[in-house]
């Protein structure tokens, strides 16, 4: 992780930290939150919704994977270092349609996020392939949140969009060539979330 990569992420915890530092300040209850499909995936995340006024409420969520995977080495004898490191931070505007917190919402939300992913090797895009760049955009969401006792809630959550991403395209064995710098722009799903949530009161 490079040093302006660093000070990025460290941004992100503190800009958390004043979010639910602030929050009681501000709203009358505060939702901590991470997102169970990204634990999946090995990816911690942490997230705060903080409400703003009747039916609305905002959140920032953040998420960083610094994994790398066992080496391996091809036929050739090149030796790749399999790593999926990405971060990545997600804002929402929500509207509930009943209380904030309570049943169906919508959301507007925003998407910046970094990656280096590459060399695994049981998927075939990314075998031999390494992927360095960074993605922006934004979408609309719709979810729903379950009451589980008086201070945890499950929400789900699934949105669609628009990204623009630009990377590196590289060998992915290690001091592999670049093979060539991309821009892709993609409309579809932008979002999913199974999300556990505990509350401030």
Not at 62 to 81: I, K
Not at 143 to 166: D, H, T
Request: charged share 15%.
């Amino acid at each position: 992780m490079s040093s302006a990569d660093r000070g990025r992420f460290l941004l992100l915890v503190v800009t958390l930290l004043l979010l639910l530092g602030g929050g009681r300040g501000v709203a009358q209850t505060v939702g901590i939150k991470s997102n169970l499909l990204y634990l999946a995936t090995t990816t911690p995340n942490l997230g705060v919704d903080f409400r703003m006024a009747d039916h609305w409420s905002m959140s920032l969520h953040g998420s960083y994977n610094p994994f790398l995977f066992p080496q391996w080495t091809d036929e050739e004898g090149n030796a790749y270092n399999p790593k999926i490191i990405h971060w990545g931070v997600m804002p929402e505007l929500k509207y509930w349609f009943c209380k904030t917190y309570e049943r169906s919402f919508i959301g507007l939300h925003g998407i910046y996020g970094q990656f280096n992913i590459g060399g695994i090797p049981f998927i075939d895009q990314l075998r031999t392939v390494r992927y360095h760049g960074q993605l922006y955009g934004g979408g609309l969401s719709y979810g729903y949140q379950f009451a589980i006792g008086s201070r945890w809630g499950l929400e789900l959550s699934l949105g669609a969009g628009y990204l623009r991403m630009q990377y590196d395209r590289c060998d992915a064995y290690v001091c592999g060539d670049t093979q060539g710098q991309y821009t892709r722009d993609y409309i579809g799903p932008t979002k999913a979330a199974i999300s556990l949530v505990y509350f401030i009161n």
